[in-house]
């Protein structure tokens, strides 16, 4: 078992990674109550403008100077995809039946997938992404890659800056305002519309992080990889309890963990010899999201909220 | 055709509908006199124009060169502009054709027009575009061109019917800031008022008709619809599909404009069982009209997806609960039926179950996977069934591509699938060969499809048997407001189980088949969203787009995203991001779907004036009738 | 007055009925009419292609569409059949085996299809071969490598049944790539123990089971065994375990999409041994994504190298100077051989029956195809008893420098 830090270590930047993207998930639902299927393909958006900045930079600039602005480039694509599709898809839906805008959702996730393989150039395969130089270091037994570092730190950053941002400026509050009550926020003289747009506009940007960092770390960025990363990013939001943005990390941290774990190890568990490995890792994140609804359904972090009608 | 939700509904709006504030006004001033002069003088003159020759070589699609016999994409430019002047005639108050505008509108008129310019423009225009510049058009071509123009014009003269004048004071807050801009605001107040608005217009009832010619014209109106379908799918060319579907869409629309539909509708429910039995009766002649075992291969594997859509209508049309990995079940019904198959891959090659014990089987297993997902996520908030479900039918993919005794128990034989199962036999009938059936000859895909028609019919029967009774009134109310259902006593949480449960079984009972007629189950096809269906979103797509809630809706949305990307082999690899983009257009514009449930059109209308008269262009509405073939 | 109105309606529907028919024919008619005149006396027969042609797999499909259109402008320009000009219907299956069925149906139905060349997957091949059985029309799958489709399902045990006379392939099985990686793993590599990943796809499953069967019975240790699912990016898990196992090199059987990804997070962790996959990963492309980290890695490939071969050497510059989209690289030859079995075989047909072509010619070229025998641009082209290809001609590639070297070429037999 002397795998098992290295193991866990995995688990935590793959969670973090999830958990960056559950967070534009987690936010929109606990605002407008909407499924945003297209936030996936929001956070494969990020990586390819991130990408296509890079491409256009001198082929001299070092790598460290060109992130903040593939950072920058990232963030504007999956921003302004994210508040567009607000703006232009959901908002006219917005009284109409729950299903509508999940469908709409689902078409806008398969048009701007669709959107990326046939008109990024070369894309239909895998792209080249850069990573950063240096490692892996070695802290105790454990391996860490540059673009692993990266990841977490940009999960931490980004946690305390929302958590500062919700709890301590006047927009925060009127989010908060407007997620238990759309209604009497707009009494209070809260715009929701503006606080809608901001929500989405902040999953955007989490996600264009999230982007960097997956092409950072894997080295390539593909066009299909926005439907498991949301799928993912989900469940995540779900097993943290969907509407906490700090439960959408932790849902994302315990899911990556038990993933990677459950392709480490579940085959020594006697009598599941077949069960293990990385083909079985998603079966098995499945019956812990199960799991997990069945012992806590408000998810781990959740509240037991009324049923808002 | 039984359109469910309750022909009281129905006829509580056609009650509320005002005749009084009728408004008609052209858009291009003439006299009246002159305006029917023009519009008959554009139908004559587009109707010649397809006895000429368009372009000079052959290599545009259908042949158009010959003159004195039209062809091709000149066809559709000839009945439209045939239905044009015809119906004009009858409109202009001609005897013997008035029947053809029942509601004496313009209207119809008007978008018949847009139907023939629709199809005459883009012919000219992509003989064009295609051979490279106007000089390949001969002068039947220019003459088609401003026929259709001349016709068009005439009709925008003719006093047509349009929506109330806006009041003075009315303030638009969809506009947002622009608000503030005299202008927008003028402009736009003046494109409210331009559109039509004609569904509100008396129609003479048609069931005063007699009875033995009422169902003259019903069998008639589905045998033509057989008729339009064929010539539909016998299409060669994208080119000439897309004018097809032009004259269809936009020429249905029309025909629906002067109230033909509203009437036609009043026969089939005045008339249920002869229409239900008609509809069946031109099902079943589909094979039979055309010895082409392609179409019957389409016809089958639409019946398929129409009904695995119809059982997913019961889960989210009726109760309401998201499911987004549907296909999943219909998988387990297709392994199920494999396995069960006699096929040598199968771990129990040697068992042969008789089609109605695998049929039971299919289902039967579909069921206990329904309540196995069900019962621990339906007592939860209905979003979170959407993400178990999502999972549910991405697991099962993986599942059964481990399931092959090599990274897991061997059941599935992983992802080779199971191959080689053989035609199904009933009756000693076996499926796979072609058998005569007098003078036709039914192959075996043909034979698939009746098969496939039977279950149709069983799933269809169960879907308007359960949506009529205790339960099904249940589905509706837990879909409304759960709340005040349970509180009204309803056992929520077992009545959607049922549901789910019920709906996983119908998928599981077309998997059997579609095991059968593909000849092998592979894990591969059950994704959540593909290119080809089946896959849980075009699953989900065909029910929105048909209309939630009601039986031919996903049936005909299934047909519609089946036949149209076969046909418009242009769009390609461009097919997905279409699919995406008219996703997003048809939420936007008309989510009811196609055929809407009274009562849903009213939900998300609730602002507007019931029943919007002005479909958006683009959006091809194709109502109710056409269904039955 | 009514009763009138009804009478006019239905004559007005009668003609328009009928004035849809007769044109419907008519159309028809003169497209065919249009081929002849312009074709001379030359008779059209049209070869079918089936493949991937958009989505995920259309690079490597439309290399097989393009294969074989190349094969056809070249028969047509040598004038290899006299008195037949051969044309091209490349029909798209998406990958998915409904649409490959339909496809087929399409081909059957019409007359002048004489042969299809195509799959490129096993899975939709299986809901194809019924379809062509019935109609007595040859299939040639340039890429298919599940053995089950020729052999039947006990291949593996020896009892080999032939289940389709009229699937036959140019590809060949796993078995012979997977033996053949595992003796130069084993003899030229010496290595001693592997780790064997796959994609549970039919293709790589198939490719992995073979390999480790063969490493192990020559003397190898399975260091370990993963499977993975394709679309999967996070290989950590896996690397960890692959570290930990000590083995000195991987297998892995699948796609380049996810073995680029593995070399590449495998040596981002230290671990520096090589990866070695079958023709799947035999792509410019994987080198292009893995980068650096590919250097050393192997792939087997079938065929002698291209670049000794001058006639592939045309079809690779024909390929690139037309400009044609797609990957020609993995099953490209393959395709244009199966065309020229295809082409062949309606040379023998039409000579035995006086120069024309006989009324029953797909029947016929069964047979004729069964017996081919001509050397192709990926090796010499003929079937075995169940289809098979009898090619086993099979090279190693090693990515050395950026680019894939041959670094072995021999026959397998066994």
Same mark, same amino acid.
């Given at each position: 078992?002397?795998?098992?830090?290295?193991?866990?270590?995995?688990?935590?930047?793959?969670?973090?990674?999830?958990?960056?993207?559950?967070?534009?998930?987690?936010?929109?639902?606990?605002?407008?109550?909407?499924?945003?299927?297209?936030?996936?393909?929001?956070?494969?958006?990020?990586?390819?403008?991130?990408?296509?900045?890079?491409?256009?930079?001198?082929?001299?600039?070092?790598?460290? %100077? &060109?992130?903040?602005? =593939?950072?920058?480039? $990232?963030?504007? @694509?999956?921003?302004?995809?994210?508040?567009? +599709?607000?703006?232009?898809?959901?908002?006219?839906?917005?009284?109409?039946?729950?299903?509508?805008?999940?469908?709409?959702?689902?078409?806008?996730?398969?048009?701007?997938?669709?959107?990326?393989?046939?008109?990024?150039?070369?894309?239909?395969?895998?792209?080249?992404?850069?990573?950063?130089?240096?490692?892996?270091?070695?802290?105790?037994?454990?391996?860490?890659?540059?673009?692993?570092?990266?990841?977490?730190? %940009? &999960?931490?950053?980004? =946690?305390?800056?929302? $958590?500062?941002? @919700?709890?301590?400026?006047?927009?925060?509050? +009127?989010?908060?305002?407007?997620?238990?009550?759309?209604?009497?926020?707009?009494?209070?003289?809260?715009?929701?519309?503006?606080?809608?747009?901001?929500?989405?506009?902040?999953?955007?940007?989490?996600?264009?992080?999230?982007?960097?960092?997956?092409?950072?770390?894997?080295?390539?960025?593909?066009?299909?990889?926005?439907?498991?990363?949301?799928?993912?990013?989900?469940?995540?939001?779900?097993?943290?309890?969907?509407?906490?943005?700090?439960?959408?990390m932790l849902g994302g941290l315990v899911l990556g963990i038990a993933e990677a774990c459950a392709t480490a190890y579940i085959a020594n568990v006697p009598g599941m010899e077949q069960f293990g490995g990385g083909a079985w890792a998603q079966v098995w994140a499945f019956v812990l999201l199960i799991v997990v609804l069945l012992v806590r359904p408000q998810g781990l972090l959740g509240e037991r909220v009324a049923d808002r009608a | 055709m039984t359109d469910l939700p309750i022909a009281a509904a129905e006829e509580a709006v056609a009650a509320t509908a005002t005749h009084g504030n009728r408004r008609t006004a052209p858009f291009i001033p003439l006299p009246l006199t002159a305006a029917r002069a023009t519009t008959l003088a554009g139908a004559v003159i587009t109707i010649a124009s397809t006895f000429m020759s368009w372009t000079y070589t052959t290599d545009f699609p259908g042949d158009l060169t010959v003159s004195g016999y039209p062809g091709g994409l000149q066809i559709m430019t000839l009945i439209g502009a045939i239905l044009t002047g015809v119906v004009a005639l009858g409109t202009f108050g001609l005897t013997g054709l008035r029947w053809l505008t029942p509601s004496r509108t313009n209207n119809g008129v008007l978008l018949l027009a847009l139907a023939t310019l629709g199809t005459t423009w883009y012919t000219v225009i992509d003989i064009a575009a295609k051979l490279g510049g106007l000089a390949n058009l001969d002068p039947g071509g220019f003459v088609a061109f401003i026929g259709a123009l001349v016709l068009f014009a005439g009709a925008l003269a003719l006093p047509l019917d349009r929506h109330p004048e806006e009041p003075a004071d009315a303030e638009y807050y969809e506009l947002g800031r622009a608000e503030g801009i005299s202008a927008v605001v003028r402009g736009y107040a003046w494109l409210r008022e331009a559109r039509l608005h004609h569904s509100e217009l008396r129609v003479p009832d048609a069931r005063k008709l007699n009875r033995w010619l009422q169902r003259l014209v019903i069998v008639v109106v589905y045998a033509l619809g057989l008729k339009i379908l064929t010539f539909g799918l016998a299409t060669d060319y994208s080119d000439i599909f897309i004018g097809y579907l032009i004259v269809l869409a936009v020429g249905v629309?029309?025909?629906?404009?002067?109230?033909?539909?509203?009437?036609?509708?009043?026969?089939?429910?005045?008339?249920?069982?002869?229409?239900?039995?008609?509809?069946?009766?031109?099902?079943?002649?589909?094979?039979?009209?055309?010895?082409?075992?392609?179409?019957?291969?389409?016809?089958?594997?639409?019946?398929?997806?129409?009904?695995?859509?119809?059982?997913?209508?019961?889960?989210?049309?009726?109760?309401?609960?998201?499911?987004?990995?549907?296909?999943?079940?219909?998988?387990?019904?297709?392994?199920?039926?494999?396995?069960?198959?006699?096929?040598?891959?199968?771990?129990?090659?040697?068992?042969?179950?008789?089609?109605?014990?695998?049929?039971?089987?299919?289902?039967?297993?579909?069921?206990?996977?329904?309540?196995?997902?069900?019962?621990?996520?339906?007592?939860?908030?209905?979003?979170?069934?959407?993400?178990?479900?999502?999972?549910?039918?991405?697991?099962?993919?993986?599942?059964?591509?481990?399931?092959?005794?090599?990274?897991?128990?061997?059941?599935?034989?992983?992802?080779?699938?199971?191959?080689?199962?053989?035609?199904?036999?009933?009756?000693?009938?076996?499926?796979?060969?072609?058998?005569?059936?007098?003078?036709?000859?039914?192959?075996?895909?043909?034979?698939?499809?009746?098969?496939?028609?039977?279950?149709?019919?069983?799933?269809?029967?169960?879907?308007?048997?359960?949506?009529?009774?205790?339960?099904?009134?249940?589905?509706?109310?837990?879909?409304?407001?759960?709340?005040?259902?349970?509180?009204?006593?309803?056992?929520?949480?077992?009545?959607?189980?049922?549901?789910?449960?019920?709906?996983?079984?119908?998928?599981?009972?077309?998997?059997?088949?579609?095991?059968?007629?593909?000849?092998?189950?592979?894990?591969?096809?059950?994704?959540?969203?593909?290119?080809?269906?089946?896959?849980?979103?075009?699953?989900?797509?065909?029910?929105?787009?048909?209309?939630?809630?009601?039986?031919?809706?996903?049936?005909?949305?299934?047909?519609?995203?089946?036949?149209?990307?076969?046909?418009?082999?242009?769009?390609?690899?461009?097919?997905?991001?279409?699919?995406?983009?008219?996703?997003?257009?048809?939420?936007?514009?008309?989510?009811?779907?196609?055929?809407?449930?009274?009562?849903?059109?009213?939900?998300?209308?609730?602002?507007?004036?019931?029943?919007?008269?002005?479909?958006?262009?683009?959006?091809?509405?194709?109502?109710?009738?056409?269904?039955?073939? | 007055?009514?009763?009138?109105?009804?009478?006019?309606?239905?004559?007005?529907?009668?003609?328009?009925?009928?004035?849809?028919?007769?044109?419907?024919?008519?159309?028809?008619?003169?497209?065919?009419?249009?081929?002849?005149?312009?074709?001379?006396?030359?008779?059209?027969?049209?070869?079918?292609?089936?493949?991937?042609?958009?989505?995920?797999?259309?690079?490597?499909?439309?290399?097989?569409?393009?294969?074989?259109?190349?094969?056809?402008?070249?028969?047509?320009?040598?004038?290899?059949?006299?008195?037949?000009?051969?044309?091209?219907?490349?029909?798209?299956?998406?990958?998915?085996?409904?649409?490959?069925?339909?496809?087929?149906?399409?081909?059957?139905?019409?007359?002048?299809?004489?042969?299809?060349?195509?799959?490129?997957?096993?899975?939709?091949?299986?809901?194809?071969?019924?379809?062509?059985?019935?109609?007595?029309?040859?299939?040639?799958?340039?890429?298919?490598?599940?053995?089950?489709?020729?052999?039947?399902?006990?291949?593996?045990?020896?009892?080999?049944?032939?289940?389709?006379?009229?699937?036959?392939?140019?590809?060949?099985?796993?078995?012979?790539?997977?033996?053949?990686?595992?003796?130069?793993?084993?003899?030229?590599?010496?290595?001693?123990?592997?780790?064997?990943?796959?994609?549970?796809?039919?293709?790589?499953?198939?490719?992995?089971?073979?390999?480790?069967?063969?490493?192990?019975?020559?003397?190898?240790?399975?260091?370990?065994?993963?499977?993975?699912?394709?679309?999967?990016?996070?290989?950590?898990?896996?690397?960890?375990?692959?570290?930990?196992?000590?083995?000195?090199?991987?297998?892995?059987?699948?796609?380049?999409?996810?073995?680029?990804?593995?070399?590449?997070?495998?040596?981002?962790?230290?671990?520096?041994?090589?990866?070695?996959?079958?023709?799947?990963?035999?792509?410019?492309?994987?080198?292009?994504?893995?980068?650096?980290?590919?250097?050393?890695?192997?792939?087997?490939?079938?065929?002698?190298?291209?670049?000794?071969?001058?006639?592939?050497?045309?079809?690779?510059?024909?390929?690139?100077?037309?400009?044609?989209?797609?990957?020609?690289?993995?099953?490209?030859?393959?395709?244009?051989?199966?065309?020229?079995?295809?082409?062949?075989?309606?040379?023998?047909?039409?000579?035995?029956?006086?120069?024309?072509?006989?009324?029953?010619?797909?029947?016929?070229?069964?047979?004729?195809?069964?017996?081919?025998?001509?050397?192709?641009?990926?090796?010499?082209?003929?079937?075995?008893?169940?289809?098979?290809?009898?090619?086993?001609?099979?090279?190693?590639?090693?990515?050395?420098?950026?680019?894939?070297?041959?670094?072995?070429?021999?026959?397998?037999?066994?």
């Amino acid at each position: 078992m002397h795998t098992l830090p290295q193991q866990l270590a995995n688990g935590l930047f793959l969670g973090s990674m999830y958990g960056l993207i559950a967070i534009g998930y987690t936010m929109v639902y606990g605002i407008v109550q909407l499924i945003n299927f297209a936030h996936g393909e929001i956070f494969m958006t990020g990586a390819f403008g991130a990408l296509a900045v890079y491409t256009n930079l001198p082929s001299s600039m070092s790598i460290w %100077a &060109a992130l903040p602005l =593939m950072l920058v480039g $990232g963030a504007i @694509v999956s921003v302004l995809i994210a508040v567009g +599709a607000e703006r232009f898809a959901y908002r006219p839906l917005r009284n109409a039946p729950r299903l509508a805008p999940l469908i709409t959702a689902i078409g806008l996730s398969l048009a701007l997938q669709q959107a990326v393989f046939n008109w990024y150039p070369h894309a239909t395969a895998g792209k080249h992404f850069p990573q950063l130089p240096g490692g892996p270091f070695h802290i105790g037994s454990v391996d860490v890659q540059s673009g692993d570092l990266f990841l977490l730190g %940009a &999960a931490i950053v980004c =946690m305390i800056a929302l $958590g500062v941002f @919700v709890r301590s400026s006047r927009t925060g509050r +009127a989010m908060q305002a407007t997620a238990q009550d759309p209604d009497t926020a707009k009494l209070m003289g809260v715009d929701t519309n503006r606080i809608i747009i901001i929500a989405f506009a902040i999953g955007g940007l989490f996600a264009a992080v999230a982007g960097v960092a997956y092409g950072l770390k894997y080295g390539q960025v593909k066009y299909d990889i926005g439907f498991q990363a949301g799928l993912k990013a989900f469940t995540a939001a779900v097993l943290g309890g969907i509407g906490n943005i700090y439960g959408a990390m932790l849902g994302g941290l315990v899911l990556g963990i038990a993933e990677a774990c459950a392709t480490a190890y579940i085959a020594n568990v006697p009598g599941m010899e077949q069960f293990g490995g990385g083909a079985w890792a998603q079966v098995w994140a499945f019956v812990l999201l199960i799991v997990v609804l069945l012992v806590r359904p408000q998810g781990l972090l959740g509240e037991r909220v009324a049923d808002r009608a | 055709m039984t359109d469910l939700p309750i022909a009281a509904a129905e006829e509580a709006v056609a009650a509320t509908a005002t005749h009084g504030n009728r408004r008609t006004a052209p858009f291009i001033p003439l006299p009246l006199t002159a305006a029917r002069a023009t519009t008959l003088a554009g139908a004559v003159i587009t109707i010649a124009s397809t006895f000429m020759s368009w372009t000079y070589t052959t290599d545009f699609p259908g042949d158009l060169t010959v003159s004195g016999y039209p062809g091709g994409l000149q066809i559709m430019t000839l009945i439209g502009a045939i239905l044009t002047g015809v119906v004009a005639l009858g409109t202009f108050g001609l005897t013997g054709l008035r029947w053809l505008t029942p509601s004496r509108t313009n209207n119809g008129v008007l978008l018949l027009a847009l139907a023939t310019l629709g199809t005459t423009w883009y012919t000219v225009i992509d003989i064009a575009a295609k051979l490279g510049g106007l000089a390949n058009l001969d002068p039947g071509g220019f003459v088609a061109f401003i026929g259709a123009l001349v016709l068009f014009a005439g009709a925008l003269a003719l006093p047509l019917d349009r929506h109330p004048e806006e009041p003075a004071d009315a303030e638009y807050y969809e506009l947002g800031r622009a608000e503030g801009i005299s202008a927008v605001v003028r402009g736009y107040a003046w494109l409210r008022e331009a559109r039509l608005h004609h569904s509100e217009l008396r129609v003479p009832d048609a069931r005063k008709l007699n009875r033995w010619l009422q169902r003259l014209v019903i069998v008639v109106v589905y045998a033509l619809g057989l008729k339009i379908l064929t010539f539909g799918l016998a299409t060669d060319y994208s080119d000439i599909f897309i004018g097809y579907l032009i004259v269809l869409a936009v020429g249905v629309w029309g025909l629906s404009a002067g109230g033909l539909l509203k009437q036609f509708q009043q026969l089939t429910q005045h008339n249920k069982k002869f229409s239900s039995t008609v509809g069946v009766l031109t099902a079943i002649a589909y094979p039979f009209a055309q010895n082409n075992e392609l179409w019957a291969n389409l016809g089958a594997s639409v019946l398929i997806v129409g009904t695995v859509a119809l059982g997913l209508n019961i889960v989210v049309g009726l109760t309401g609960l998201l499911d987004l990995g549907y296909v999943a079940f219909l998988g387990v019904g297709a392994y199920t039926a494999a396995l069960v198959s006699g096929s040598p891959f199968s771990i129990w090659s040697g068992t042969q179950f008789p089609f109605w014990a695998a049929a039971l089987a299919g289902m039967g297993a579909a069921c206990v996977f329904g309540v196995l997902i069900g019962a621990p996520t339906l007592r939860l908030r209905g979003d979170y069934l959407a993400i178990v479900t999502l999972g549910f039918g991405e697991i099962f993919r993986i599942i059964v591509r481990n399931l092959d005794g090599v990274s897991g128990p061997k059941v599935t034989n992983g992802p080779n699938g199971i191959a080689q199962i053989p035609d199904l036999s009933i009756f000693g009938y076996n499926l796979g060969d072609t058998h005569s059936v007098g003078s036709f000859t039914l192959g075996r895909f043909a034979n698939y499809y009746l098969l496939m028609l039977v279950i149709t019919i069983i799933v269809v029967l169960v879907f308007t048997r359960a949506a009529d009774s205790r339960i099904g009134r249940s589905w509706i109310a837990i879909r409304e407001d759960e709340t005040a259902a349970t509180a009204m006593g309803i056992n929520g949480f077992r009545v959607k189980l049922v549901a789910f449960a019920l709906g996983a079984s119908l998928a599981g009972l077309a998997g059997t088949v579609f095991a059968h007629v593909t000849n092998s189950v592979v894990p591969d096809p059950y994704v959540f969203s593909g290119s080809v269906p089946p896959n849980s979103a075009f699953l989900l797509a065909a029910v929105v787009l048909g209309g939630m809630g009601t039986v031919s809706g996903p049936i005909l949305g299934a047909a519609l995203l089946y036949v149209i990307p076969q046909k418009l082999s242009f769009l390609s690899q461009y097919e997905l991001f279409a699919f995406g983009i008219a996703l997003i257009l048809i939420m936007r514009f008309r989510p009811e779907g196609i055929i809407p449930n009274r009562r849903r059109q009213l939900e998300f209308h609730e602002d507007e004036t019931p029943a919007p008269g002005n479909r958006p262009m683009g959006d091809d509405t194709v109502p109710a009738t056409t269904a039955g073939a | 007055m009514r009763h009138r109105s009804l009478l006019i309606l239905t004559s007005v529907l009668a003609t328009g009925a009928l004035t849809l028919t007769a044109c419907g024919s008519r159309s028809d008619d003169s497209k065919k009419g249009g081929d002849n005149s312009s074709g001379g006396s030359k008779t059209t027969v049209v070869i079918g292609v089936d493949a991937p042609l958009t989505g995920a797999n259309s690079a490597t499909g439309l290399g097989i569409q393009y294969g074989v259109q190349i094969a056809v402008d070249d028969a047509n320009a040598k004038n290899l059949v006299p008195g037949v000009t051969f044309k091209v219907k490349a029909l798209d299956d998406k990958a998915q085996p409904a649409t490959g069925q339909t496809n087929a149906t399409a081909l059957v139905q019409e007359s002048d299809v004489i042969a299809a060349v195509g799959p490129l997957n096993s899975g939709v091949a299986q809901s194809m071969q019924q379809v062509f059985e019935s109609a007595k029309m040859v299939e040639i799958s340039p890429s298919n490598t599940n053995p089950a489709l020729t052999q039947g399902k006990d291949w593996a045990t020896g009892t080999k049944t032939r289940p389709f006379t009229t699937y036959f392939r140019t590809a060949t099985t796993d078995a012979n790539q997977g033996n053949f990686a595992a003796d130069y793993a084993v003899n030229t590599l010496k290595k001693k123990s592997a780790f064997v990943v796959d994609d549970k796809q039919t293709y790589g499953a198939g490719l992995a089971g073979i390999f480790q069967g063969k490493f192990k019975s020559l003397g190898g240790k399975i260091a370990g065994t993963d499977h993975v699912n394709t679309g999967d990016t996070d290989f950590s898990a896996l690397v960890t375990k692959i570290k930990n196992s000590h083995a000195d090199m991987v297998y892995y059987g699948g796609q380049y999409d996810e073995s680029e990804l593995v070399t590449k997070q495998l040596k981002a962790a230290g671990v520096h041994i090589p990866l070695m996959g079958g023709d799947g990963m035999y792509s410019d492309t994987y080198i292009k994504t893995a980068g650096q980290a590919a250097e050393g890695d192997l792939a087997t490939s079938v065929g002698v190298p291209v670049e000794t071969l001058p006639a592939a050497k045309t079809f690779i510059d024909t390929y690139k100077s037309k400009g044609y989209p797609g990957d020609y690289g993995t099953y490209g030859g393959y395709s244009y051989d199966a065309a020229t079995a295809i082409i062949k075989a309606v040379k023998t047909v039409m000579d035995a029956n006086g120069g024309k072509l006989p009324s029953d010619a797909r029947a016929k070229l069964v047979d004729a195809v069964q017996k081919t025998d001509f050397d192709g641009i990926a090796g010499h082209v003929s079937f075995d008893q169940y289809g098979d290809t009898t090619n086993k001609q099979l090279t190693v590639y090693q990515v050395k420098g950026g680019k894939w070297t041959a670094v072995k070429t021999g026959v397998y037999n066994g």
